[in-house]
């Protein structure tokens, strides 16, 4: 069965150091992986996503994923976290057992930056 | 958040009543979803739709039902809504062509509480 796995509930981080989200997956093809975030009481805003290619994939505010199929992991990283990175974090897979484009979603991980 | 809307952004409603949720876009992109999201669980796929009149189910479809007769409007039923399905609802479109094919783009969301 696909699955997608974020092992921490939380991630806490003093602001200005570096910040990882971690993700694992589990799928039977070539995966299709995607990183959202949620602010408080607002929708899930795309960040990034791996489709092919470059391992590394760059995306919006500063982040970036790194692809390793190897460990079948996809971890979220910045290089300096800001007080307004807080928020709820959100690793998806393609679901390949439906059509088009639906995907999976972890459990979600909660990044809290502290100043 | 652009070019989507959801509709009611608040719902309280009682035990056993029907209740329907709708999202309209204005980006004419062809799949339309409906998302639950739960503490503990991140966002689970109730049904999607691949076109006019196009519709499947994904992971927690029972209770629930969808009808989509123009592109731009995709709505979810509750039939008899019971205290179990009390969560925030989510719309999200996505497109398979383009430069940002397969990235999802929601809604604001819609917070039904059944008592």
């Known amino acids: 069965a696909q699955s997608v796995a974020q092992p921490e509930d939380q991630v806490n981080v003093a602001e200005g150091n570096p910040l990882t989200v971690k993700c694992t997956y589990s799928v039977s093809g070539n995966p299709y992986l995607f990183w959202y975030v949620q602010y408080p009481n607002r929708g899930l805003q795309f960040l990034l996503k791996?489709?092919?290619?470059?391992?590394l994939v760059k995306g919006s505010y500063g982040f970036e994923a790194e692809f390793n199929k190897s460990q079948t992991s996809f971890h979220l990283k910045k290089p300096s976290a800001l007080v307004s990175d807080s928020a709820l974090y959100f690793c998806?897979?393609?679901?390949?057992?439906?059509?088009?484009?639906?995907?999976?979603f972890g459990k979600g991980t909660t990044l809290s930056v502290s100043s | 958040d652009a070019g989507i809307t959801q509709s009611p952004r608040h719902k309280v409603t009682e035990t056993g009543t029907p209740v329907t949720l709708r999202c309209h876009q204005t980006e004419n992109h062809r799949y339309m979803y409906w998302y639950r999201q739960d503490p503990g669980h991140g966002l689970r796929l109730i049904h999607y739709?691949?076109?006019?009149?196009?519709?499947d189910k994904g992971e927690v479809s029972d209770g629930y039902s969808v009808s989509r007769s123009k592109t731009e409007d995709f709505l979810l039923t509750l039939e008899s809504a019971t205290s179990s399905q009390t969560s925030v609802y989510f719309c999200a479109i996505s497109a398979t062509s383009g430069r940002n094919s397969y990235e999802q783009y929601f809604g604001p969301g819609t917070r039904l509480t059944v008592t």
């Open positions: 998806a897979v393609r679901d390949l057992n439906q059509a088009g484009t639906a995907l999976i």
């Open positions: 791996y489709i092919t290619g470059d391992n």
């Open positions: 739709s691949y076109g006019v009149k196009d519709t």
